[in-house]
Every structure is written in C-alpha cells, then in structure tokens.
C-alpha cells in the first residue's frame, strides 16, 4: 500500500534555530511528493514539491526539502525558524495508481518559541 | 492566494438540521475533493470529483452526499446533521493533468448540537 508517514507528533524550536519537519514515504514507482502548511482555523497552503530532477527543492516562505530515494524520505528544511512559522505540516504523495488522490500525513505541529 | 471558496466558514445548528456546505472555484479545475479534519488531526478523504457529473466516495465513510453539476460547483451536503458530524470540512482543486498540487478553501467548521 502507498502511504506517507511523519513520525513527530510535534516539533518544538527556539526562533533563529534551523527547523526539520520529518517525512518517509512507501509508493510504487516515482514518488510525487508534497509538503503542506496548515495554520490555525486556515485551509492547508502549498509549500513544495518534487516531481523529478534535482532532490533539492525549494518553496515557499524560506522552507526547502529534500528528497532522499534510497532512505525513502522527504524532509522539509527552514535554515533559520520564525515565530511565524508555527504551525501545522502535512506531508504527502499524490498516489500513481489513482486518478489524482493524494495521501496525506497526519501532521507535525511546528511551534517555534521566541 | 488560491481562488476557491467555501461558504459558511463556521456553522452552529442543531441535530436533525439539513445542512449545504458549499464550496467554488475559478480556477477551471476539473478535479475536486471533499476532506474532513479534526482539530489539529490528520485529513480523511470524504468525496471526490474528476469532473461535471461524476462523484465519487472516499476513503473515509461518510453520510453527507455531493453533486458536481457545474466545474466550479461543489456542494456537500447533509441531510439530517448530528452532533458526530461536527467537524473541519475542507473543500480542494486540482488541474486533471499532470502532478498539480491541491489548491484549498478556508474550510468551514460545522457544529452540531
């Protein structure tokens, strides 16, 4: 079965301090990966996402990840943290046996502490 | 800022209320998706559409039903609310081809007493 998995609950990061969202995935064939940004009483806002070429790939508001084939992951990377950037992340692959259904993680909540 | 809205963003009512949770986008998008979330928790897959006329199920059973009669048109509804449908609804787009990212609404949070 295809799926994607983060395995922090919660990440706790002093402001100025580099951030790391961890992401693992299991899909057959190439991975369409994704990360998402969710903040408070908000819908989810598109951060990044790797399709193919280069593993290193950068978005939006600062955050960049990485994509690691033989260690199966797709971690998401903020070199300094803000307050700001609390909030909740959702990983995801966009499944290769279905039309267009995305799998998604059950998220990491960021809290970054001034 | 993505062009897709739902209406309302925070609903109270009372059990065995029908309810229309509705959700646009101008986008041109032929796909559509319907997800619920609890608070801070992971998102289901309730409904899904690839298109004007088609419909289909997710992953996550649900007693709400959707119509897609309009490409921007994505209206979920329930027919008699209870207390165990309150919840975060997340209305989504994507483009039909290629690896497209989902575009969200605001989403609308339903209570039900």
């Known amino acids: 079965a295809q799926s994607v998995a983060q395995p922090e609950d919660q990440v706790n990061v002093a402001e100025g301090n580099p951030l790391t969202v961890k992401c693992t995935y299991s899909v057959s064939g190439n991975p369409y990966l994704f990360w998402y940004v969710q903040y408070p009483n908000r819908g989810l806002q598109f951060l990044l996402k790797?399709?193919?070429?280069?593993?290193l790939v950068k978005g939006s508001y600062g955050f960049e990840a990485e994509f690691n084939k033989s260690q199966t992951s797709f971690h998401l990377k903020k070199p300094s943290a803000l307050v700001s950037d609390s909030a909740l992340y959702f990983c995801?692959?966009?499944?290769?046996?279905?039309?267009?259904?995305?799998?998604f993680g059950a998220g990491t909540q960021v809290v970054v502490t001034p | 800022e993505a062009d897709i809205y739902q209406t309302p963003r925070y609903l109270v009512i009372g059990t065995g209320k029908k309810i229309t949770l509705e959700c646009s986008q101008t986008m041109g998008h032929d796909k559509m998706y319907w997800y619920q979330q609890d608070p801070g928790m992971e998102l289901h897959l309730i409904h899904y559409?690839?298109?004007?006329?088609?419909?289909e199920k997710g992953d996550l059973s649900s007693e709400s039903t959707v119509s897609r009669i309009r490409t921007e048109h994505f209206p979920l509804t329930l027919e008699s609310a209870r207390p165990s449908h309150t919840s975060q609804y997340l209305c989504a787009s994507s483009e039909y081809q290629g690896t497209g990212e989902l575009f969200f609404g605001e989403g609308s949070r339903l209570t039900v007493l």
């Open positions: 995801a692959v966009l499944l290769t046996d279905s039309w267009g259904k995305f799998q």
């Open positions: 790797y399709i193919t070429g280069d593993n």
């Open positions: 559409s690839y298109g004007v006329n088609s419909t």
